[in-house]
């Protein structure tokens, strides 16, 4: 893994409401302000902001893509392509073309010219010259796509997705996609620093936030507002075509886990191990320090996964103490880009598959009510006919995400419960996903714990998330394990769902020991029952995180 400071800086243009298209012009970024109808001309240096078309503002409102080209303006409103010849004073949109539907984004390469519809799912090529439509291709993403050319790709960014695409040009095959830092992705453009040739990809983002607002009319006077929020970010990537996954931007995070003892009953435990583990070494995340927090530990190896063990001769009720463990870590966004062709001939005899791994990951050994009729229906129904794993895992997911709605409660109920409910918690959705996909011969594993509060503007803050989080691996033979969100992409009701976090996983997730519990209690060597005594009853945990800095690629 490659990590450096970040060299490219956030630019966040004056009185800017919602940028949509972006466009770079040699030093000068341009910029679509979609609700002001302001052509901004921006200093990526300085942020330095312009309108260019201060009399011709109103014919921009509702603007969203953006391109420029042989000093030829090009945008899309409503269903309509304009272009301008920005060399006038004033700018004087003329038409290019109508579609039957809304136009997104845009991009121009020398005679050709690339149209987003996000209502017809497609990409629409037309020839500059003719004004004719040369063909399309369906666009990559559910959301609302904008567009930029380089050399031989295209490149796409999805409001929806979280997600930049890179596809041949020609033909529209994707070539890889990678997660972006940042929600809701507006917009996008390459740049070239003129002093060192370093080439970055800047995307644009367009959102509300909320706020706390000093109101003195009120009492108590703080009150939460929202506003827009709108800045341009370089997106750095880099993409392991043999290995078959991309990563983007990265994050230096400190993550901190500490346990307060304060039991809530009396209990007396003699030579108790407390056993918490430690964040996990994975293609995205990397340790750079780790060192104990309140009390000393002593380091265990289980499965492949990093423990730290805390020791207590005697404890008892009255005895309070802090232990936990404080990690510096390395944390990337992660896309891997398998696809269900490189699923059909998959090797019948994977040697990670033994009779433990199966005990582990295809049977119900965590409480999955995999014998219940509710759940073997669904598991049936879930996959259909398919036999491609991918597949099958795909429409496992969208099953669950059309009969699951996302909700909070106390305690987990077992799969067949939440099924039946109709609403469930992220643990309730992994449960239904894991017992779908044990049934359907898929192996599957509980992961997670935690997720930093996905601020990373916000430096050297404390950053308290207010729950815990756990998502799942699926296991493809002769591949490898492959992530999957529990929940997160069940944003739209019946669908279609976004794949983002399908076989993906954003910068902001915390991986702690895999395939071994995240905390355990045993005395004398031997495991306490939870029915003996809980950590739960036993302690308070205490997590934060800190993000400290930027990573490039």
Not at 11 to 40: T, W
Not at 207 to 217: F, L, S, V
Not at 330 to 340: A, G, R
Not at 441 to 461: F, M, N
Request: aromatic share 12%; hydrophobic share 35%; net charge negative.
């Amino acid at each position: 893994m490659i990590s450096n400071t970040a060299t490219f800086r956030t630019i966040r243009p004056f009185a800017a409401c919602a940028i949509h298209g972006i466009a770079f012009d040699g030093k000068i970024l341009y910029g679509i302000d979609s609700i002001n109808g302001y052509l901004l001309q921006i200093d990526p240096l300085t942020d330095h902001t312009k309108i260019i078309n201060p009399q011709s503002w109103s014919e921009f409102i509702g603007a969203t893509g953006l391109a420029i080209a042989d000093q030829t303006l090009w945008f899309t409103t409503d269903e309509s392509v304009y272009y301008c010849d920005l060399n006038t004073e004033i700018l004087t949109p003329k038409l290019f073309t109508r579609l039957s539907d809304t136009a997104n984004g845009i991009a121009v390469y020398q005679s050709t010219v690339y149209v987003s519809c996000h209502r017809r799912g497609y990409i629409y090529i037309f020839n500059k010259d003719t004004q004719r439509e040369i063909t399309h291709f369906y666009a990559p993403g559910i959301g609302v796509e904008n567009l930029t050319v380089r050399g031989e790709e295209l490149w796409i960014c999805d409001t929806l997705e979280q997600t930049v695409y890179c596809l041949d040009r020609a033909t529209g095959d994707k070539i890889f996609n990678v997660l972006t830092p940042f929600s809701n992705p507006s917009g996008l453009s390459f740049y070239t620093d003129p002093e060192t040739g370093k080439e970055v990809l800047y995307v644009a983002y367009a959102n509300i936030e909320p706020y706390i607002r000093d109101n003195p009319n009120i009492e108590p006077n703080h009150e939460i507002q929202y506003r827009d929020r709108t800045f341009i970010h370089p997106l750095y990537f880099h993409y392991f075509e043999e290995e078959r996954y991309a990563l983007s931007n990265g994050y230096l995070v400190e993550m901190s886990y500490i346990e307060e003892l304060s039991p809530l009953d009396h209990v007396e435990l003699n030579n108790l191990e407390w056993r918490i583990a430690l964040p996990a070494e994975t293609k995205r995340q990397k340790i750079r320090d780790i060192q104990a927090i309140g009390l000393p530990f002593t380091e265990e190896v289980q499965n492949g996964q990093r423990v730290a063990v805390f020791k207590f001769d005697q404890l008892t009720s009255k005895d309070r103490h802090l232990f936990g463990w404080k990690a510096i870590l390395e944390v990337w966004s992660i896309k891997y880009q398998l696809t269900p062709k490189d699923c059909e001939t998959l090797p019948a005899n994977d040697p990670v598959i033994d009779e433990k791994f199966k005990a582990n990951y295809l049977l119900d050994n965590d409480n999955l009510a995999m014998n219940t009729e509710i759940i073997c229906r669904a598991a049936l129904d879930g996959v259909g006919r398919e036999t491609n794993i991918l597949r099958k895992m795909y429409s496992i997911r969208n099953y669950v995400y059309d009969r699951l709605s996302y909700g909070i409660k106390p305690t987990i109920d077992t799969p067949d419960i939440a099924l039946k409910r109709g609403v469930g918690s992220c643990g309730e959705y992994l449960g239904v996903l894991l017992a779908l996909a044990r049934l359907n011969e898929i192996p599957a594993r509980t992961v997670g714990r935690y997720k930093c509060p996905a601020q990373p503007h916000s430096r050297d803050i404390e950053l308290i998330p207010d729950f815990n989080h756990v998502w799942m691996e699926f296991y493809i033979p002769g591949f490898g394990w492959l992530p999957m969100e529990s929940n997160p992409d069940d944003i739209i009701e019946g669908g279609p769902y976004p794949t983002r976090f399908f076989m993906g996983l954003a910068w902001y997730h915390a991986e702690m020991g895999k395939g071994i519990p995240f905390e355990t209690l045993s005395s004398g060597g031997n495991p306490i029952p939870k029915e003996q005594v809980s950590i739960g009853s036993l302690a308070i945990n205490h997590v934060r995180f800190r993000i400290l800095s930027e990573l490039g690629l």
